[in-house]
């Protein structure tokens, strides 16, 4: 795996992992006892509900816990005038005259839906390292890329209501 992630992303992922251990967890083991109690489990849909929701509680530890064994830890530290870690980038594609404003992230709080634009994705690795103004190429694949012009590069101060996107 050895996805990049920051202290921050590290944090954040610990938190959910004590949040689902500490408190979600008893919560669902109380309701799949409480289900059981209900009778026959074959028809019992509560029950098989209840088992349900643990099972994924439970396999979303996992999950975080195998990120952060693997994890790749980058600081996320950036120069003042180069596109680095959690900037908000202004970008004009040539091609569509259109502007669009990204902020650059690590890949598990990369959401295009929001304008969050990982670090690994064409885009976050042409821009990653350039300055306002400058022309940069997009390599999507061998056969395709795009130019883009970069506008604007903003600082962005407080990343705390990003969440670690849940697969």
Same mark, same amino acid.
Do not use: C
């Given at each position: 795996?050895?996805?990049?992630?920051?202290?921050?992303?590290?944090?954040?992922?610990?938190?959910?992992?004590?949040?689902?251990?500490?408190?979600?967890?008893?919560?669902?083991?109380?309701?799949?006892?409480?289900? /059981?109690?209900? @009778?026959?489990?074959?028809?019992?849909?509560?029950?098989?509900?209840?088992?349900?929701?643990?099972?994924? %509680?439970?396999?979303?530890?996992?999950?975080?816990?195998?990120?952060?064994?693997?994890?790749?830890?980058?600081?996320?530290?950036?120069?003042?005038?180069?596109?680095?870690? %959690? %900037?908000?980038?202004?970008?004009?594609?040539?091609?569509?005259?259109?502007?669009?404003?990204? /902020?650059?992230?690590?890949?598990?709080? @990369?959401?295009?839906?929001?304008?969050?634009?990982?670090?690994?994705?064409?885009? @976050?690795?042409?821009?990653?390292?350039?300055?306002?103004?400058?022309?940069?190429?997009?390599?999507?694949?061998?056969?395709?890329?795009?130019?883009?012009?970069?506008?604007?590069?903003? %600082?962005?101060?407080?990343?705390?209501?990003?969440?670690?996107?849940?697969?």
């Amino acid at each position: 795996m050895y996805d990049k992630l920051t202290k921050s992303d590290l944090k954040k992922m610990q938190e959910e992992i004590d949040y689902r251990k500490l408190e979600l967890r008893p919560r669902l083991l109380e309701e799949v006892k409480e289900t /059981r109690a209900h @009778g026959d489990l074959s028809e019992n849909f509560e029950y098989h509900a209840a088992k349900k929701e643990k099972n994924k %509680n439970e396999s979303r530890i996992r999950y975080l816990e195998r990120m952060l064994r693997t994890a790749q830890v980058i600081d996320d530290a950036s120069k003042e005038d180069e596109v680095g870690m %959690n %900037n908000t980038v202004t970008v004009y594609f040539e091609e569509d005259d259109s502007t669009e404003v990204y /902020r650059i992230v690590t890949t598990v709080r @990369g959401d295009s839906l929001h304008n969050l634009i990982s670090i690994e994705s064409p885009l @976050g690795k042409a821009l990653l390292g350039h300055r306002a103004g400058e022309r940069v190429e997009v390599r999507v694949n061998d056969t395709y890329s795009y130019p883009v012009v970069i506008r604007k590069i903003e %600082n962005t101060v407080d990343d705390s209501a990003d969440r670690i996107r849940s697969y």
